[in-house]
């Protein structure tokens, strides 16, 4: 019986071909994959400049070290994230706080945003930064949140890390219109792949370079940058203090293969997850909601189960090589937020949402086979836990 992991890369000859070709050439750390690959994924979103880097974490780090978040600073995020979301505003040393979400659709709630948002102009205590997160790769409400960044003054990280291929209505996420930088993921369970990797989309050119500068220790080698004359060729000066978070030619490369079947990718899933709800229709569960206009990418596949029977379905499942996964447990409930001060009920729809969520598999080579065994042991396993 083999395994079905919620999520896979799929890798094929030509992907294998574009690392040979670079591994066989003189560049294989930072060459010119590289900017091929920012360009790729910056035209294909309709931004104006892509900052690739070795994750979405640093990603999101250099991000908000571009806006300028720093101690006396505040970030909000979704609760339903994975732990990097937040703890990229640590990294700055700012505060960080959260906004519950819907449970239909897992994402950041406009309407909870909205008044906590009065709330803190009351107080005197307004987000400098907003990560909303695009969960299961179903973007956020973004023309809303838009709007209220227009009138509280806060500026906007979008982690798109589940939602490379999505679209708001006609435009797709990362094109710039709503956010001030839009975050990727390349992890291989991921859309498309790098191996590890991420990249920051932005349409601000200072915002770019800010961010390239903090990608490689904060040093250019840029005379327009440098803060006395350059002695010659060989010199570099150091700025700003930045990180080591550069990606490599060999892993543009896979990212350049890759993004060729982006569109592939995201259209199974799309099929997959259409399917799924045709299979799942007569059980008792809640299924992913959608946004129209908003069009997800499909990353995650999330049913909503009835409370107190997501254990054993889910421990039965995995007996049966069924990889199903639980995203996410509420970054307020990790032990390192506690004592920070958020406790059990901060952000209740955030937990309800945990308490029910399963995470079925979904990647664009899970066959129907696959797909079917899937939903015959998940009616097994409700049926025995109910």
């Given amino acids: ?44 979103c309709g931004a104006a400049h892509g900052v690739a880097v070795n994750s979405a974490t640093s990603a999101l780090h250099i991000a908000c070290l571009a ?17 990097a979301s937040a703890n990229c505003g640590l990294y700055c040393g700012a505060e960080v ?29 307004l987000p400098d930064v907003l990560v909303p997160v695009h969960f299961a790769g179903q973007p956020c409400d973004m023309p809303a949140i838009r709007n209220l960044a227009d009138r509280y003054g806060f500026r906007i990280i979008e982690d798109a890390s589940h939602a490379i291929g999505a679209r708001y209505g006609d435009e797709r996420v990362g094109c710039g219109r709503y956010a001030d930088i839009t975050v990727f993921s390349f992890h291989p369970v991921k859309i498309i792949t790098t191996g590890e990797g991420g990249m920051a989309l932005t349409n ?15 040093i250019t080698r840029e005379a327009v940058e440098m803060e006395c004359p350059s002695e010659g060729a060989w010199y570099y000066q150091q700025i700003e203090l930045g990180f080591n978070y550069r990606i490599t030619d060999i892993q543009a490369a896979l990212g ?23 299979l799942l229709a007569d059980l008792p569960l809640g299924r992913p909601a959608m946004q129209p206009p908003m069009a997800s ?17 889910f421990d039965a499942m995995r007996a049966q090589g069924i990889g199903v996964n639980v995203h996410y447990i509420p970054v307020h409930l990790q032990p390192y937020y ?23 598999p979904l990647f664009a080579a899970l066959s129907e086979v696959e797909q079917d065994r899937v939903v015959t042991v998940l009616r097994e396993a409700m049926g025995a836990a109910a």
């Fill in 256 to 278: 350049l293969s890759q993004l060729q079947r982006l569109e592939a990718f995201v259209a199974r899933r799309s099929q997959l997850a259409a399917r799924y709800d045709r």
């Fill in 1 to 44: 019986m083999s395994f079905i992991p919620y999520g896979r890369q799929d890798i094929n000859a030509a992907d294998v071909a574009a690392v040979v070709e670079v591994l066989e050439s003189d560049w294989l750390t930072q060459g010119p994959a590289i900017e091929r690959f920012e360009r790729a994924i910056a035209d294909y």
């Fill in 297 to 313: 990418a499909w990353h995650l596949y999330v049913v909503h189960l009835a409370e107190g029977s997501r254990r054993p379905v």
């Fill in 338 to 360: 506690r004592k920070r001060g958020f406790r059990p009920g901060d952000f209740p729809e955030a937990e309800r949402h945990y308490a029910a969520a399963l995470s079925l």
């Fill in 204 to 218: 601000s050119a200072d915002l770019a370079t800010k961010m390239r500068r903090l990608r490689s220790h904060g």
């Fill in 97 to 125: 706080d959260f906004v519950d979400i819907e449970f239909a659709t897992g994402n950041l709630s406009v309407a909870a945003l909205a008044e906590k948002l009065q709330q803190a102009e009351r107080r005197g205590s």
């Fill in 67 to 83: 806006l300028g978040l720093g101690p006396g600073k505040r970030l909000w995020t979704s609760p339903n994230t994975f732990v």
